[in-house]
C-alpha cells in the first residue's frame, strides 16, 4: 500500500493538491489536457479549498465525478455541487469544462449517458472510502460490484436509494487514482485493506497512491 500521512485533514488537502498540480503539469505537457474524475462525500472538501488557492490554467482541466447521488445539481447532497461551492466558483471553472453526472435524470439513463462523455482514459480518478469499506458507489453486497461496462446504476438497499458510479473496470482504467481518507471510526477498515483482508470492495482498487491523515492511519 503506497500512502502518505499528514497530521490533519487540511494538511492532506493541500498535499493531493501538490500531486494534482503535478499530474496537471506531466498531462498537458504530453496531451495538452488533464482529465480529473472528483470523489463524493465531504472529504474531498480539503482538496477542493487547497486547489482554489492554486493559480493553474484551469481551462486545461476537464472535470468528471467518479459517482453522484440521484439528486438534483441544486441539491445539498449533490457531490457535484459540494465541488461547485468550494472550488468551480471560486476559480472560474468553464461550465463546458465540467462533465457533471445527472443525478435527477433515470439512473439508468444516466449512467449511460455518462458513459458516453467520458475520455478513453482519465488521468487521475479520485476516490474517498467509507466506513464500510465502499468506494465511489461500490458498497459491500451491491450489483454494481460485479458489473462490467464503465458507469452503472447501483441500488444501496442500506441507503433505499439508487446512485451512480464508476464500475472498478473504470476506476483501474484511469492512469492515476488518489484515495483521500480521513478520521478514526475508519482506521480498523484501512488496516484490513492494508492486509488485503478480502473484505471490502475498494480492495478492488488497483495500485491507488493515499492520503490519509493521523487519525485514520493509527494503526497502520
Ligand atoms: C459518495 C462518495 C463515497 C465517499 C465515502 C467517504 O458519494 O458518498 O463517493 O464513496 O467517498 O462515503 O465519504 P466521506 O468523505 O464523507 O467520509
Known amino acids: 500500500m503506497q500512502y502518505h500521512i499528514s497530521s490533519t485533514p487540511q494538511e492532506l488537502g493541500q498535499e493531493a493538491a ?20 472528483l470523489s463524493g462525500g465531504s472529504t474531498p472538501v480539503h482538496l477542493y479549498k487547497a486547489l482554489a488557492q492554486t493559480d493553474l490554467d484551469w481551462s486545461r482541466v476537464r472535470f468528471y465525478f467518479s459517482d453522484e447521488r440521484t439528486v438534483p445539481a441544486d441539491h445539498k447532497d449533490s457531490n457535484y455541487k459540494t465541488a461547485k461551492d468550494n472550488f468551480f466558483d471560486g476559480v ?53 460490484l460485479t458489473a462490467s461496462g464503465r458507469v452503472v446504476a447501483n441500488f444501496v438497499p442500506k441507503l433505499n436509494t439508487w446512485r ?54 493509527e494503526l497502520l
Open 18 to 37: 501538490r500531486a494534482f498540480v503535478d499530474l496537471y503539469n506531466q498531462a498537458v505537457q504530453d496531451r495538452g489536457i488533464f482529465t480529473v474524475a
Open 92 to 144: 472560474g471553472i468553464q461550465p463546458e469544462h465540467v462533465f457533471r453526472m445527472e443525478g435527477e435524470l433515470d439512473p439508468q439513463e444516466a449512467a449511460s449517458r455518462y458513459a458516453a462523455v467520458l475520455p478513453d482514459q482519465l488521468d487521475l480518478c479520485y476516490l474517498g472510502m467509507g466506513d464500510d469499506g465502499h468506494t465511489a458507489s461500490l458498497f459491500p453486497d451491491t450489483e454494481a
Open 164 to 217: 451512480i458510479t464508476f464500475t472498478f473496470e473504470e476506476i483501474n482504467r484511469s492512469r492515476n487514482i488518489h484515495i483521500l481518507a480521513t478520521g478514526a471510526n475508519k482506521k480498523e477498515v484501512l488496516l484490513e485493506v492494508k492486509n488485503k483482508s478480502g473484505k471490502h470492495p475498494i480492495e478492488g482498487v488497483e495500485n491507488p497512491f493515499w492520503y490519509v491523515d493521523a487519525a485514520i492511519a
